[in-house]
């Protein structure tokens, strides 16, 4: 059973802080930091680029799980990397080729991962299972914080996890939108090891981020 890590979106986060944030989150524990770029065409939202990437680098160690919601991704890959991305996350249709947009992540000896939305099916990265370090489960439609979660996906998280077992694959399963402390059981439960949460995590209990990542953490 793979560990349960915490990975808070700072999509959340005060954008005037972002340095600071990204301190906080570490020192309250969070096993990495979730960056959602958004580029206002793959999803109606737009967030921040490789530049604000590049600085917010310095303010911490832990790994940054970058969630690429940006199209097409391919030509931007490299951008992402130069900045400090250790996890790079795409969705498949977001390139035309994403045996090459996986490759290319690889090259750039990154942490590659693929995400599905809640109406992308299975099929889409059935076949690069083999090649990737992770599967990005959505649980909203991309986009924007504070959504409400949908059960319907823990189903995809279920067949991940079985193919995983059966093939003996090694990649991290994640799940990302509208996680809370109930919910977080029902996904750990269905074989998710990596939770992803904005709203949770910075308004539960007062803004008591520790408090926060310890519990989405438990079982
Ligand atoms: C949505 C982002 C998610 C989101 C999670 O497009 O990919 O990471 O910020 O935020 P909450 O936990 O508030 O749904
Ligand atoms: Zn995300």
Redesign the pocket.
Known sequence: MKKIQISP?I??ADFSQLGNEIKRLEEAGADMI?V?VMDGHF?PNLTIGPPVLKALRKYSSIMFDV?L?ISPVHQFIEDYSNAGADIITIHPEATNDLKKSILKIKELKKRVGVSLNPDSKLDLIINHLSEIDLVLIMS?N??????KFMPEVLEKVKILNNIQKDKKFNFDIEI????NFENSKLAIEAGANIL?????IFKSNNGDIKKNIELLKSK
């Not at 991309?142 to 959504?147: D, E, K, V």
């Open positions: 979106s999509l959340s979730h959602d999803v969630h919601m909203v991309p986009g924007f914080g504070g959504q990302d939108g509208g996680i992803v949460s904005g709203t949770t």
